[in-house]
C-alpha cells in the first residue's frame, strides 16, 4: 500500500468487551504522536454510513483506560451487510478524508472489515475485541482475561450459598459456541464438573461424575455450562434432568449473562489494548493493511485478516485433562 496516511478512523463493532476503550485511547494516543488525525467513528459501521464521527485528540481519551464498555459505542449493522450500505460508508469515509480503519471487535466485524477494504482498496487494520477469545492468529482477545476473573469472582460467591445449603448449581457463562470461558473459569473456580461444546460426553456421564462427588463426601457442587453446550437442551433442562436421576440433590440455575461483558478492564488486558493499539496504527503507518493484530507467546503479531475470519481455535486438550483430574 503506498498510500499517505493522514487521517485515520477508528470503531468499536460488535459485542463489546472490557478493553475496548483502552484500546481507543492507545490508537487515538499513537495517532497524535505520530502527529495524524484521529477521528472516532460512533457505533460502529452504522455509525460510519451515517457520517457519525467525533474529531479525537490525546486528550479526548483522558480517563477511560480503566472503564469497561465503549466511549464510541458498538452495534451490528444490518445496511453496511449491503452493498448499497457499504458505498454509503466509503462514500462518507471519503468526505470526511479518512485514508484508514481501525475496527476494534470480533470475527464478524473483521469480515466486515474486510469486504469493505476489497471493495475499496481501503486500508484496515483489525483489534480483536471480544472476550469469547474465539479469533484464529492470536492467544487473547481484548476483555477475555477481565471476563475470566468476572466469572470467577461470581462462582466464588454462588459456592458460598451452594455450599451453605449442599445444593448442586449450573452455572451458564458465555462464549457464543466456544468453551474458553468456560473451561478456564471453571478450572480457576474449581468447579466439579465443566461442560463444553467442545466435548459431549452426555448426560449419563454428568449423572455418574455427581454421583462419584457425592459419594467422596462432597455435600455441594457447581457444574459451568458453556452457553453453546449441547449435553442438553439447555441449562434449565439439565436441571430437571439431575433432579430427576439424582434425588438427594437440591438443584439450582444461575445465568451470569451479560454482566462478564461489563465491568473494569484487567491490568493484562489494558497492557494487551495498549500494545495492540500501538501496533494498529504503526503497522497502517508501515503500510500495511489487511491484517489483525493478535499477540503470541507474548509478542505482538500480525495474521492476515482473512485467516483472522476463517481460521478456527482450538481447546487446551491439556487443560481439559487437568480439569478431568481436578474433579477427583
Ligand atoms: O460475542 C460476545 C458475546 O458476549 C457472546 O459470548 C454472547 O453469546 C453474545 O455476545 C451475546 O450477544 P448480544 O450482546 O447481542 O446479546
Known amino acids: 500500500m503506498d498510500i499517505k496516511i493522514n487521517k485515520i478512523g477508528v470503531m468499536t463493532s460488535g459485542g463489546d468487551s472490557p478493553g475496548m476503550n483502552a484500546a481507543i485511547r492507545a490508537v487515538v494516543r499513537t495517532c497524535a504522536f505520530h502527529e495524524i488525525e484521529c477521528v472516532g467513528i460512533y457505533r460502529g459501521y452504522q455509525g460510519l454510513i451515517e457520517g457519525d464521527f467525533k474529531q479525537m485528540n490525546a486528550r479526548s481519551v483522558n480517563n477511560i483506560i480503566n472503564k469497561g464498555g465503549t466511549i464510541l459505542k458498538s452495534a451490528r449493522s444490518k445496511e453496511f451487510m449491503t452493498k448499497e450500505g457499504r458505498v454509503t460508508a466509503y462514500a462518507k469515509a471519503k468526505e470526511e478524508e479518512l485514508d484508514a480503519l481501525v475496527v476494534i471487535g470480533g470475527d464478524g466485524s473483521f469480515t466486515g472489515a474486510m469486504v469493505f477494504s476489497q471493495e475499496f482498496d481501503f486500508p484496515v487494520m483489525g483489534i480483536p475485541g471480544t472476550i469469547d477469545n474465539d479469533i484464529y492468529g492470536t492467544s487473547s482477545t481484548l476483555g477475555y482475561d477481565t471476563a475470566l476473573n468476572t466469572v470467577v469472582e461470581a462462582i466464588d460467591k454462588i459456592r458460598d450459598t451452594a455450599s451453605s445449603h449442599n445444593r448442586l448449581f449450573f452455572v451458564e457463562v458465555m462464549g457464543r459456541d466456544v468453551g474458553y470461558i468456560a473451561l478456564n473459569a471453571g478450572v480457576g473456580a474449581g468447579a466439579e464438573e465443566i461442560l463444553i461444546p467442545e466435548e459431549n460426553l452426555g448426560k449419563e456421564r454428568l449423572i455418574e461424575s455427581l454421583k462419584r462427588s457425592r459419594l467422596s463426601g462432597k455435600s455441594s457442587s457447581i457444574v459451568v455450562v458453556a452457553e453453546g453446550d449441547k449435553t442438553g437442551e439447555n441449562v434449565f433442562e439439565l436441571k430437571d434432568y439431575v433432579e430427576e436421576n439424582l434425588p438427594e440433590y437440591e438443584v439450582r440455575v444461575s445465568v451470569l449473562g451479560h454482566m462478564q461483558r461489563g465491568g473494569s478492564p484487567s491490568c ?61
Open 268 to 328: 493484562w488486558d489494558r497492557v494487551l489494548a495498549s500494545r495492540m493499539g500501538v501496533k494498529a496504527v504503526e503497522s497502517l503507518l508501515e503500510g500495511k493493511t489487511n491484517f489483525m493484530v493478535g499477540i503470541k507467546d507474548t509478542k505482538m503479531v500480525l495474521c492476515p485478516i482473512d485467516k483472522a475470519v476463517k481460521g478456527k481455535t482450538d481447546i487446551n486438550l491439556e487443560l481439559l485433562r487437568v480439569s478431568d483430574i481436578m474433579t477427583t
